[in-house]
């Protein structure tokens, strides 16, 4: 089993920035590759951004591209999400999600393709 713990989230005026930590457990941490997803209000899980096993590659939704940067420290057992110019469309539910992988440098990028998740924290961006 895989434990994930989110933290950073809160609230902050649009044009800010917040940085998302997400501390993984129970596994070795470069067996894993790593994700962030987000939920809207009424709205559906979507992705955000991934990362591979061993960090080397990255994949980000087009909607964040150029204002977020996901990172990884694998002796730190974290993955960081670097959020710049937030803007207020960027407020919802963040989640951090892992799946054990043979695969170094592939980036998985769908909700199926992972099968651990933390609980969330929340991310709001005023106007």
């Known amino acids: 089993q895989v434990q994930l713990v989110e933290s950073g989230g809160g609230l902050v005026q649009a044009g800010g920035s917040l940085k998302l930590s997400c501390l993984a457990s129970?596994?070795?941490?470069?067996?894993?590759?790593m994700g962030w997803f987000r939920q809207a209000p009424g709205k559906e899980r979507e992705f955000v951004v991934a990362?591979?096993?061993?960090?080397?590659?990255?994949d980000y939704a087009s909607s964040v591209k150029g204002r977020f940067t996901i990172s990884r420290d694998n002796a730190k057992n974290t993955v960081y999400l670097q959020m710049n110019s937030l803007k207020p469309e960027d407020t919802a539910v963040y989640y951090c999600?892992?799946?054990?992988?043979?695969?170094?440098?592939?980036?998985?990028?769908?909700?199926?393709?992972?099968?651990?998740w933390g609980q969330g924290t929340q991310v709001t961006v005023s106007s």
């Open positions: 999600a892992a799946a054990i992988t043979i695969y170094s440098n592939i980036v998985f990028t769908k909700r199926v393709e992972y099968n651990y």
């Open positions: 129970g596994r070795t941490f470069s067996s894993l590759r």
């Open positions: 990362i591979s096993r061993s960090g080397g590659s990255t």
